[in-house]
Structure formats: structure tokens, C-alpha cells
């Protein structure tokens, strides 16, 4: 504990947190960051619709780096998959978690907000602006507005709950919800597994909904956001999704999916673009069928973050071309 202008500080690592600073310090020297100037760009949207692009542009504009909120790209075995940044994107620009974790690595989101936020405020001691990109509204929520503390959940029921989502499907996971915890089966994406899993792991576990757990205020941060949203027109949205399947197909989306096979129970691969392929893999259906159903679920999922996000009205939005509007909203 240390005290600075009259307030108590926290350490975090080396680093203490204090309203507007950062303080580093060492055996001769305090290092003041002030944070009130520095800015994180939040770059959000549907899948395909261009956010990768947008947010290495915004980085090389501001000399910094970005720090990726994609729930699948921190995995190091999914690749394709996930349409993870080139190789040519990635040493365009310094990423953050991507290829950070393997697939065998249990990792959520409570995880992800501490040790984003944590080197979030490294950076600001070198950048004044960082900026954030993914489509996975819950990592992005929990990093900018805080998670709450839900009690851990044995390792028996996880495994339990995850072998019937594999014997029975989606099916079976809505209505068991349904049944337990009605009330977070109303708001809950309803076609997510990972999100219906979680929440009934944890009425499982404790008897009690997961929304008794999530009431905590949100976290006040010390640095400005500016979030911008990127959307482009349903039909262009839809076709440029088909367009980017059919690219993932014929660079080997199939055989990536074989070698993940054995993992297909980890709650990473529960997503669209993965499920797919195990379904066909397993013989419930063709790969044309496949190939259908990866396009369609893909689409599905895209209007499912765009309904995520409007819901957020400190989102500016703009098309992803419309690049003077994004500088000046950064700006403004």
C-alpha cells in the first residue's frame, strides 16, 4: 500500500491504480501516467464485416497496438476457423491474445477482463491510445464494464452438462434451461451453447440463476472509451459471409476440423464453424448439407451480435469505409 496525494493505492503487479494515473515505481523512481488522456478505441460489429481491417488502419494511425476480444482467437490450434489476422496483418501491428492460449486451456471471460485490463493500463504507459477489436460482446462487456463473482462450478457437473449437449444438442440445453432458469432463459442468447451451458452450470451447481450473480455496478474506468460499430447492409453483410465460408472451405476448413476432433467437447469448439463440420464428421449429414448449414449459422450468428450490440447506445455507428467519420468520431 502506498499513499499518494493524500489517497490510499492499490498495487497491481508494479503497477498502482489510482483515478486518473498510473504509478510505476521502483527503488529511485515514481513514474506519473496520466490517464485522463488516453483513449481506447472499441471497435465492435458482426462477423465479416471488416472490423480486422478497420482496426490495424486505426493502429498504424496512431503508432499503437491492438488488443483482440474474440473469444476463439486466443486459441492457438483454431485458425481458420476463426478467421484469425494473416500473418502479413499480424506483423503489420503488435496483437494481443491472439494464439495466447491452448484449446485444452479452460478460459472465460471473467479471465480474459483481468488480464486485458491489466495490460491495457501497461500500454498506456507507452501509447496514448489502444485499441480493442472482436465481435464477442460478453469478453468486451466484462473488460469495459466489470464481471461479476460466480461461485466455481465442480468439474463433475461441467462434464456432465457438456456429454449431454453432445448426446442430445442444442435441443436439449434450451429446454433444460428453460426449466431450471426461466428467467435468464428470457434474455439469454438462445443459440449460443457456450452461453447456455454456463448459466446452467451454474443453477446446477448452486441452486440459484446466474442473474442473482450478475449485479454489480459497472466499472467506472479512469481512461476515455470511444466505442465505434461497423455495419454494412444486410445483403452485402450476407454475401460477403458466404464469400468468406467458401474461402475457409477451400484453404482447408474440413481438415482442420479433423484435427480438432478429438478436442470437439472444449467449450471453444461449441461455436459455429466448428459444430458443423463434427455434425458431418460424425455422419448426420453430407457435406453439402454442412456447407449449408456453416453459411446459414454463420448469417445467424451475425444478427445475433448486431442485436448485442445496438442494445449499447454509447456505440457510434458507421460503415467500415467511412474512415473520416471514424477519425473524427475518435477525435471528437
Request: proline share 3%; charged share 30%.
Amino acid at each position: 500500500m502506498v499513499v499518494f496525494d493524500g489517497a490510499k493505492i492499490n498495487h497491481i503487479g508494479n503497477l498502482i491504480q489510482y483515478s486518473k494515473f498510473i504509478i510505476h515505481s521502483s527503488s529511485f523512481v515514481i513514474l506519473v501516467v496520466d490517464l485522463k488522456h488516453k483513449t481506447l478505441i472499441v471497435i465492435v460489429g458482426p462477423t465479416a464485416v471488416g472490423k480486422t481491417e478497420v482496426s490495424i488502419k486505426l493502429a498504424e494511425h496512431f503508432n499503437t497496438e491492438i488488443i483482440s476480444a474474440d473469444s476463439r482467437q486466443f486459441f492457438k490450434e483454431l485458425t481458420i476457423g476463426t478467421a484469425k489476422p494473416t500473418t502479413e496483418e499480424l506483423r503489420r501491428v503488435k496483437h494481443h491474445f491472439i494464439n495466447s492460449h491452448k484449446i485444452t486451456e479452460e478460459y472465460d471471460a471473467a479471465q480474459y477482463a483481468a488480464e486485458a485490463l491489466g495490460l491495457i493500463y501497461k500500454l498506456f504507459e507507452k501509447h496514448d491510445y489502444l485499441v480493442v477489436c472482436g465481435g464477442s460482446g460478453l469478453y468486451i462487456k466484462a473488460l469495459l464494464e466489470g464481471f461479476d463473482d460466480i461461485p466455481e462450478v465442480p468439474d463433475t457437473i461441467r462434464d456432465e452438462i457438456s456429454a449431454q449437449y453432445q448426446a442430445k444438442g442444442l435441443e436439449w440445453l434450451q429446454a433444460k434451461l428453460q426449466e431450471l432458469d426461466p428467467a435468464h432463459w428470457q434474455k439469454v442468447d438462445q443459440h449460443n451453447p457456450a452461453r447456455l451451458m454456463r448459466a446452467l452450470e451454474v443453477v446446477t451447481a448452486t441452486g440459484k440463476s446466474i442473474s442473482t450473480f450478475q449485479t454489480k455496478q459497472k466499472r467506472q474506468l479512469p481512461f476515455r472509451v470511444v466505442k465505434i460499430g461497423l455495419e454494412l447492409d444486410r445483403e452485402l453483410l450476407y454475401k460477403r459471409i458466404d464469400a468468406r465460408m467458401d474461402e475457409m472451405i477451400a484453404i482447408g476448413l474440413f481438415e482442420e476440423a479433423k484435427v480438432l476432433y478429438p478436442y470437439r467437447h472444449h467449450q471453444a469448439l461449441q461455436t459455429v464453424g466448428y459444430k458443423e463440420v463434427f455434425d458431418f464428421l460424425d455422419g448426420k449429414y453430407d457435406q453439402e448439407e454442412a456447407v449449408r448449414l456453416l453459411k446459414r449459422n454463420t448469417r445467424r450468428y451475425a444478427k445475433r451480435q448486431f442485436t448485442w450490440f445496438k442494445r449499447d447506445e454509447e456505440i457510434t455507428w458507421v460503415k467500415p469505409n467511412q474512415w473520416e467519420l471514424i477519425i473524427e468520431r475518435v477525435d471528437k
